[in-house]
């Protein structure tokens, strides 16, 4: 079965899966606001999994990238990213996911960024 993905009792999802249009079907996570989550571009790499990012809030914050991504997904410069600010210090946030090129675009299409 290439080309698809299938989980426990779910029905099978196309990875290939193209649009009336012929762009490729883009799954894209929204920012849950009732946990504070929004959506960031990074700016500079600081380095020890540091990265300055401009926050859609307006704010220019230290993010840090956590643990779970910090080996799956390698953020560069210019990247989206979906940031947490720190309750306790408003200057430095947490990166918790990272946008593809064509998510990026259909986000900017439906008009989220």
């Given at each position: 079965?290439?080309?698809?993905?299938?989980?426990?009792?779910?029905?099978?999802?196309?990875?290939?899966?193209?649009?009336p249009d012929g762009t490729p079907v883009a799954r894209v996570r929204l920012p849950k606001k009732w946990n504070r989550?929004?959506?960031?571009?990074?700016?500079?790499?600081?380095?020890?999994?540091?990265?300055?990012?401009?926050?859609?809030?307006?704010?220019?914050?230290?993010?840090?990238?956590?643990?779970?991504?910090?080996?799956?997904?390698?953020?560069?410069?210019?990247?989206?990213?979906?940031?947490?600010?720190?309750?306790?210090?408003?200057?430095?946030?947490?990166?918790?996911?990272?946008?593809?090129?064509?998510?990026?675009?259909?986000?900017?299409?439906?008009?989220?960024?």
């Amino acid at each position: 079965m290439s080309g698809f993905h299938k989980k426990n009792n779910e029905a099978a999802v196309d990875l290939n899966a193209v649009n009336p249009d012929g762009t490729p079907v883009a799954r894209v996570r929204l920012p849950k606001k009732w946990n504070r989550e929004q959506f960031a571009l990074a700016e500079t790499m600081l380095g020890a999994n540091h990265i300055r990012v401009q926050c859609m809030d307006g704010v220019t914050r230290m993010g840090r990238i956590k643990g779970k991504i910090k080996k799956r997904a390698w953020i560069r410069e210019g990247d989206t990213v979906l940031v947490i600010p720190w309750s306790f210090q408003d200057e430095k946030c947490d990166i918790i996911y990272r946008y593809l090129k064509p998510q990026t675009d259909w986000l900017r299409k439906n008009r989220y960024l």
